[in-house]
């Protein structure tokens, strides 16, 4: 249901993309306490099948450090595209960059999360070699699939940019955005291949791989950044009319090979994993006509969602040319900040779930699917919630720290950071949001998802449209971050109601205690942190980086510090687990 701008798990991270987070892991069967109180699962049961895995929380942990250090690289990378190329030319590599990730999403995006890691589940299960020949011959159909589509898309790219780019933008940005889409619309295939062998790996019990695979696209990203740098200097404006094919061309062309190279680092862990790449074209075995049924509703999904980024797109191209105006480029820096949350708290635990409810959903022990549910909710808006008080507290030293430099001003980080406060309030009901769609996906609700969301979708565009006429252009980005926010909120509410109709009580009323708790804890962190923000220079609008420095060391220790303390004291208790579980961790 959470639409949006996403990007799929395996995509690189700093690249905008709806991140659904379709990875997937092999996790212990071990159902919650009958309350539903429970956190996280014990750590001592062994993975099943033989697997390498371990507990929920272990790989969670796991995946969270990994999905952590590349997103902490990506936004490297992300600060240096903005640096190297500036707000304009910026804006238009990221509308570039935003097609491959929509049709992607269209093509396998989100068929891969919902449809095919519960079949591959299901045959490494009931298969006698543990589904090897079936996977073979859904990677060989998945492979050629994806090959065709890619070689259609980039034929027709000028046509597609030409539609995506706003009315009021020039001939020579569409130009410009054509000529990055030439370069960076191979993404698709590349990241296909990326998708299908992280599947691979996590329904095997590897989760390391695909979560530290994007690493390697950043480093790519980022030496090519530094490339241009040194090469053609980070002061004086680019401008369409002004950049050289050879600067397109290095900065486009190393964004393609950083997924390139992400894709190919992940073959050596499917050789460790035993699984033995075969080219077995016979889609007439896969099933197709199953696949397709439920596939075509996650089409529907898939499309009301990049629908919705179209729109986005078209609508903030337009702001392009406005002088310190947030616009594109601000919008993703604030969506990867975002994303950065999500990713590293809520996809580690939805993806740890997926294998698990989907194993209870299929045998009908729809109590443990809803306990599940009621636990990755609790555990994940308990770790959130710090960072939604630090992304609203500090947005603006935030913004200077990470993106401002080179030909990105102080002005434009200033303008970002506005953007960012608004997006704050989307992280939990984003997470939440998801948590329900893996929900249904275990449940092979795959029609139920898209029903949702058509409505959900509808109400985001509705809101787009309405924020477009009455808000003006410096708040467009800003305005239309607050429909996505409001969006994945409605998306929660419905998806946790048609939830409890379809496997009955959630345990709503325990999830709701923890949650109270949880945003006192967030208020009073807020509230102390904005007080000390107030007395330090600049008062949270710092005009360089060693100003947001400042800002941001003292507050975000006292905002950290208050919220532990203060869910500590209002026994949050899955704070004291998580904490529990990684003093253990490191004790090892």
Known sequence: MSGGLYRSNHAADGYPRPEQGVTVVSVDEQSATASGDQALPPENIPPENGDSGGSTAGQSVIMAIGSMVSRVIGFVRTALIGMAVGKVVGDAYTSAQFLPNQIYELLLGGILSSVLVPLLVRRRKSDPDGGQAFTQKLLTFAIVSLGIATLLVVSLASVITAIQSGSDSTAAYRELVTNFAYLILPIIFFTGLSGLAGAVLNVRGHFAAPMWAPILNNIVVIATCGVFILAYGSSGELTPENITGAQIALIGGGTLLGMVVQALGLLPALRKVGFQWKWNWSPRSLGLREVGQLAGWMLVYAGANQLAVFLVVRILSDVTGSPNSASILAFNYAFLLTMMAHGIIGV?????????????????????????????????????????????????????????????????????????????????????????????????????????????????????FLLAEVLKQSLLAAGTTAANAFSYLVSALISLAVLRRRIGRLNLGSVAGSLVRVLIAAGLAAGLGLLVLRFLPGSGAPDGRVQALIQLIPTGAVILITYLAAAYLLRVREITQVVGMVRRKIGR
Do not use: H
């Open 348 to 464: 580690s635990v939805m993806t740890a779930l997926l294998p698990k409810m989907s194993a209870a959903a299929a045998e009908g022990r729809f109590d443990e699917v809803s306990a599940d549910l009621s636990r990755g909710i609790k555990l994940t808006t308990a770790a959130l919630a710090p960072i939604v008080v630090v992304y609203a507290v500090l947005s603006a030293p935030i913004a200077v720290f990470l993106f401002q430099g080179g030909r990105f001003s102080n002005a434009n980080a200033l303008a970002t950071g506005t953007v960012l406060t608004v997006a704050a309030f989307a992280v939990i009901p984003l997470s939440i949001s998801y948590l329900c769609t893996y929900a249904f996906y275990a449940l092979q609700g795959n029609k139920t998802v898209a029903l949702i969301n058509l409505s959900v979708v509808t109400v985001r565009i509705g809101a787009y």
